[in-house]
């Protein structure tokens, strides 16, 4: 889980995952997809909040005073404790027996629920129906298993990933994770294994729903799957030539002088570059075109309407927007 791994299934530790928490990871995690769920609420790039904004944000260096900080949130809501209860029939509940752990379950079994998307039009090309591909499509699967090569190893198997992790080199954006130069940069896998060979390395994403997913790169550094298709066309002259009017990004007046600090650093681009295999695809642009749109008959388009998974209400009162 996450685009450097941090978090996997390891039956050596006590919980059965590996995760940023080590030992302060609680057990009682039902799978990968809850343990995953235990951590966007400790990230102050996600929900935590930055410095000053809350006092959540104040606890992110102490994971389980954090996690049990928000689960008194919980148990002091009467219909959020009734609804546990429901949720969890096989356990005895009371108020005061509510941890973040059964929130990371809730959470997980509702991703897992809603999170199946598997009607695509190249499904059901592959279940037999030839006429669920354009012709423009068929030419891009041949294109995307073919010459091009994103199919036959990277993006392989029903979720059109390996799960296995590549430098391609990707423009770094953003403030960065802290990790070298500035602290403005992101070293991918090599902050989970230690090893500096894994720099700049990061899971290699699944395709489904690929249309809906922008902005694309583990920064997020295109909007477009045309300039993602674009940038595997010539990886390091792409990245060389990077225009940050690529990437759409939500003001912050924090963050904004941060955001193209290390694409700026003709350092950091050299290293970048060296850590990815130097490739060429020559596709045409007819060829890009029939790319993308095969990459489009990848999403289902029950993701298109999604307001069926979003509640009227919540117990805490606040607003829902759909």
């Known amino acids: 889980m996450f685009a450097d791994g941090r978090i996997e299934v390891d039956p050596t530790q006590p919980s059965g995952f590996r995760t940023p928490a080590g030992d302060d ?6 799978n990968v997809v809850a343990a995953q769920a235990m951590f966007p609420v400790t990230n102050p790039i996600e929900m935590a909040g930055q410095p000053g904004e809350n006092r959540q944000g104040r606890l992110v260096d102490n994971l389980p005073a954090l996690w049990n900080f928000i689960a008194r949130k919980l148990r002091r809501n009467e219909e959020y404790v009734e609804l546990f209860k429901a949720a969890f ?9 509510i941890t973040f752990v059964d929130a990371a379950n809730a959470i997980a079994a509702f991703e897992i629920a809603v999170g199946r998307y598997d009607n695509s039009p190249f499904d059901k090309f592959l279940r037999g129906d030839q006429s669920a591909l354009t012709d423009n499509q068929k030419a891009g699967m041949d294109l995307f298993y ?30 960065g994770v802290g990790d070298g130069i500035g602290g403005v ?3 991918g896998r090599e902050r989970v294994t230690g090893n500096e060979g894994d720099r700049y390395r990061f899971r290699v994403p699944s395709l489904r729903n690929i249309s809906v997913t922008a902005p694309y790169g583990h920064a997020g550094a295109y909007d477009t799957l045309e300039s993602v298709v674009e940038h595997y066309n010539d990886r390091v002259g792409s990245l060389m030539s990077y225009d940050p009017a690529e990437a759409v990004l939500p003001a912050n007046r924090n963050l904004d002088p941060l955001d193209f600090v290390a694409m700026s650093n003709q350092e950091i681009l050299a290293a970048i570059a060296a850590s990815t295999r130097a490739t ?6 007819t060829q890009k075109r029939q790319l993308v749109e ?17 509640p009227d209400s919540v117990p805490s009162g606040l607003p829902v927007r759909d």
């Open 25 to 30: 990871l609680p057990m009682g995690l039902e």
């Open 89 to 97: 029939p096989d356990k005895i509940f009371s108020a005061g027996d």
């Open 146 to 175: 073919g010459d091009a090569g994103c199919g036959g190893f990277c993006h392989s198997g029903k979720f059109q990933t390996n799960h296995r992790y590549f430098s391609i080199a990707m423009p770094q954006i953003g403030p």
């Open 185 to 187: 940069e992101d070293f």
């Open 280 to 285: 060429e695809l020559e596709l045409t642009d």
């Open 294 to 310: 095969f990459m489009g008959a990848l999403t289902d388009p029950g993701v298109y309407d999604m307001r069926w998974q979003v």
